[in-house]
Every structure is written in C-alpha cells, then in structure tokens.
C-alpha cells in the first residue's frame, strides 16, 4: 500500500510539527509515505487524483483499530489519500469526492492535531500488520 497525506497548511504549532516530522518517519519503515502540504482546501482533491480518497470529517465514519485495519488491509496494493482539512474543515466537493468519510474522534479537533493523530494512527496499523509489538489493546 502506498499512501499520501495531504493537509491544508503545514503544522506551525511546534508539538505538531514536531510529532508529524518523528510519525513520518516511523511510518516510512513500513510503507512507501508522501505527506503533501496545499494552501487552500480546494486543492486537496488534485492531490489526490488516482489514490483512494479517505476525508477526515467529525461527521464520518468511527472505526475501532482492528476494523481499521481490516480496512486497510483490503486496500494492499493500493494508492489511499488521507485528506485532512484546515481550520475551515472541507468544501463540500471534497466531502462528496471521499471514498471514505473518516471521524478520528466525535470531537472536533483543532487541524494540527488531527494531522499528528491520523499519522500516529497509520503508524499503529502499520506495526500491526507486520506484527510488531507497538499496538497494546
């Protein structure tokens, strides 16, 4: 599986930009990673083009981690684009586009930190699937 984030505006806020740089990096051990920075949510889509396309919403779909990696798992072989919007949240057009409407949280988190959960997220259903110790239920 080859995956893409792409987040509107690169973390500022220095525990964010700090916890994406060191997840990255962890992930890049275990699938090929692109994380993808646009300045507008408009242009999320055109990152995506030819990847599945999961779109972090408060609105969508809760998953447990074993369902999540269930999921994940019928998409070897695939190219998935995770999109996480701004401060804003998504234009409707990128919500119509998803494949999947993803909800990390019925919480509504601030951007950055949503972006630091996802990769920590992916970082943990990585270690799973090569089952590494990482995950602790």
């Known amino acids: 599986m080859r995956l893409r984030v792409v987040a509107v505006g690169?973390?500022?806020?220095a525990?964010?930009?700090?916890?994406?740089?060191?997840?990255?990096?962890?992930?890049?051990?275990?699938?090929?990673?692109?994380?993808?920075?646009?300045?507008?949510?408009k242009?999320?889509?055109?990152?995506?083009?030819?990847?599945?396309?999961?779109?972090?919403?408060?609105?969508?779909?809760?998953f447990s981690t074993p369902e999540l990696l269930r999921l994940l798992k019928g998409w070897e072989g695939e190219r998935v684009a995770f999109?996480?919007?701004?401060?804003?949240?998504?234009?409707?057009?990128?919500?119509?586009?998803?494949?999947?409407l993803l909800s990390l949280s019925p919480l509504t988190l601030q951007h950055e930190l949503a972006l630091l959960v996802l990769l920590e997220q992916l970082y943990r259903?990585?270690?799973?699937?090569?089952g590494h110790p990482y995950h602790r239920p």
């Open 15 to 41: 525990y964010a930009r700090l916890g994406v740089e060191e997840y990255a990096g962890r992930i890049g051990r275990y699938a090929p990673l692109e994380l993808l920075f646009v300045k507008e949510a």
């Open 10 to 13: 690169k973390p500022r806020l």
């Open 43 to 62: 242009d999320l889509l055109a990152k995506a083009e030819g990847h599945r396309r999961v779109v972090l919403d408060e609105r969508g779909r809760l």
């Open 83 to 100: 999109l996480v919007g701004g401060a804003e949240g998504h234009p409707e057009a990128v919500r119509r586009e998803a494949d999947l």
């Open 125 to 130: 259903l990585l270690t799973l699937r090569a």
